[in-house]
């Protein structure tokens, strides 16, 4: 997600996500936002982020989602974001999932902050063991895809 807010931002990531309300749906990543400041950060910064707070609670409605962690751990803080120079946590980076998805979850966890200014959000979910009849199939749906066409094709004259 951008820096600063944005809200065509999340219009745009629900408009590419809502072809796929029917299935399960996962959202990962750094959206910059706190979503709920009196447990996700630990200064005063986020009370100011009022339209950001408004643009994951849009995304959260729109496509029917969950903030898995938060579901989880509901009065926990523990953040995945270290800003050292305004000296504050902040919990920014999201797992959001629809219900169905969300029932597979065995666990929501977040890496120590080591490397980076964030930490890993990691997932533990069960899936189901499918019996494919046979083998892997080319999902066909991918060939209506013009940007997936155009990716295979810049890789197959690339390979050729």
């Not at 990543?29 to 609670?57: F, K, M, T």
């Not at 989602?65 to 926990?76: C, I, K, N, Q, S």
């Not at 000296?87 to 977040?110: C, E, N, Q, V, W």
């Amino acid at each position: 997600a951008p820096n600063q807010y944005d809200h065509s931002f999340f219009s745009r990531l629900v408009s590419l996500c809502g072809g796929y309300a029917e299935r399960p749906l996962l959202v990962v990543g750094d959206l910059n936002v706190v979503h709920d400041p009196l447990v996700d950060c630990s200064g005063a910064a986020a009370y100011r982020q009022l339209g950001a707070r408004r643009g994951i609670e849009f995304l959260l409605s729109a496509l029917d989602l969950v903030d898995g962690w938060r579901v989880l751990h509901p009065t926990e803080r523990d953040y995945t974001h270290t800003s050292r120079a305004h000296g504050t946590h902040s919990r920014i980076d999201y797992a959001l999932m629809s219900p169905a998805l969300f029932a597979r979850i065995k666990g929501i966890a977040h890496s120590p902050i080591i490397v980076s200014d964030h930490a890993m959000v990691m997932i533990d979910l069960e899936v189901p063991e499918v019996s494919r009849g046979g083998g892997w199939k080319f999902p066909v749906y991918l060939c209506e895809d013009r940007q997936f066409r155009e990716f295979l094709l810049t890789q197959w004259k690339d390979y050729v």
